[in-house]
C-alpha cells in the first residue's frame, strides 16, 4: 500500500530519541510521505530541520495554532507569515479556533484564523483547520472570509452528522480521519457511513491520538494501518483500495504528483 500521513508532528520532542526508526517503521509499511503542519514560531526551526533531513519525504506548511494564540498573538502571526513567504509551503496550517479548553482567547484566535484564511486565498493554498467544539465558528469564518476561494480539510474531523453535513455544504472541504476512528465510545464511525470516501484523507496527528490497539500510546505514521482497516471495514473496500482513493484525495487537495 502505498499510505499518505497528512498531518503529523514528527518535529515534536516525543520523537527526538528515535525519529530516525520511526521513519523507517513508517516507509517499511508503505507511508511515502507525511505533511508536517506547523504549530507556532518556536517550533518553525525544528519543522525546517525535520523536512531537511528528506524533502522527497517531509512536505511542510506553515501557521499558527489556536491554541498558541496568546497575548503575543499579533508578534506571532507577523513572524508566521514572514516564514511563509520565505519558502515553499504546501498549505497554511495547523490552523483553526479551539474551543475546548479555554474561551479567554476566543475572539483573538477568530482573528488569527481569519487573517490565515486570507493568506489561503492570496496565495492559493490549502488549509489544514483545527476545529475542536468550534466547528460552528470555522465555518462562519469561512463564510464570512469566502467558502468559494478556500479549500481544505477538517483535521482530525470527530463531529456529528449534523456538522458533517455543513462541511459538506462549503463544497471544497475534505475531512480528516485519524485513530478516533478506532475509539470504542465514538460515534465516527456511523457518522462516516454519511460521507463519501472520495471526501476523506488519512491522518495520524502522532504523537497524539493513536489508535487502537496502541492508544494511549505515542503515535507514530506506521498506525496508519489500523486507520485504513478501520475505513476498509466502514465502506466494504479491501485496504488497498482504501489506500489508493486516500491517497488521491490527498494527492489532488495538496496539488502533490510527484508520488
Not at 517499511?28 to 519543522?47: A, H, R, W, Y
Not at 490552523?95 to 487573517?115: C, H, M, P, R
Not at 452528522?161 to 462541511?167: A, D, G, R, S
Not at 460515534?187 to 470516501?197: G, Y
Request: hydrophobic share 40%; glycine share 6%.
Amino acid at each position: 500500500m502505498n499510505l499518505i500521513d497528512t498531518h503529523a508532528h514528527l518535529y515534536a520532542e516525543e520523537f527526538r530519541h528515535d525519529f530516525d526508526e520511526v521513519v523507517q517503521r513508517a516507509k517499511k509499511t508503505g507511508v511515502t510521505q507525511i505533511f508536517l503542519p506547523n504549530i507556532d514560531v518556536e517550533s518553525v526551526p525544528l519543522l525546517k530541520e525535520t523536512v531537511r533531513k528528506d524533502p522527497a519525504f517531509f512536505f511542510p506548511m506553515m501557521g499558527l495554532h489556536p491554541t498558541s494564540v496568546k497575548e503575543d498573538w499579533q508578534s506571532q502571526l507577523e513572524k508566521i507569515y514572514s516564514e511563509l513567504n520565505a519558502a515553499d509551503y504546501i498549505g497554511i496550517g495547523e490552523i483553526g479556533i479551539d474551543l475546548y479548553w479555554d474561551n479567554t482567547y476566543k475572539q483573538a484566535q477568530i482573528s488569527v484564523f481569519e487573517e490565515q484564511l486570507q493568506w489561503s486565498k492570496q496565495k492559493q493554498l490549502p488549509v489544514a483547520i483545527h476545529s475542536r467544539n468550534a466547528i460552528a465558528e470555522v465555518i462562519a469564518s469561512i463564510k464570512k472570509i469566502g467558502e468559494g476561494s478556500i479549500y481544505g480539510v477538517f483535521h482530525s474531523f470527530g463531529g456529528t452528522v449534523e456538522e458533517l453535513k455543513e462541511i459538506q455544504k462549503l463544497k471544497r472541504f475534505k475531512i480528516g480521519i485519524n485513530g478516533v476512528v478506532t475509539f470504542k465510545n465514538s460515534s465516527l464511525e456511523q457518522t462516516l457511513r454519511n460521507c463519501d470516501i472520495n471526501n476523506i484523507i488519512l491522518e495520524t496527528d502522532a504523537p497524539y491520538l493513536a489508535p487502537v490497539p496502541y492508544r494511549g500510546k505515542r503515535n507514530e505514521p506506521t498506525y496508519l494501518q489500523q486507520i485504513v482497516a478501520k475505513l476498509s471495514d466502514i465502506y466494504g473496500l479491501s485496504e488497498t483500495k482504501v489506500a489508493q482513493i486516500t491517497s488521491a484525495n490527498a494527492k489532488q487537495l495538496f496539488n502533490i504528483s510527484n508520488c
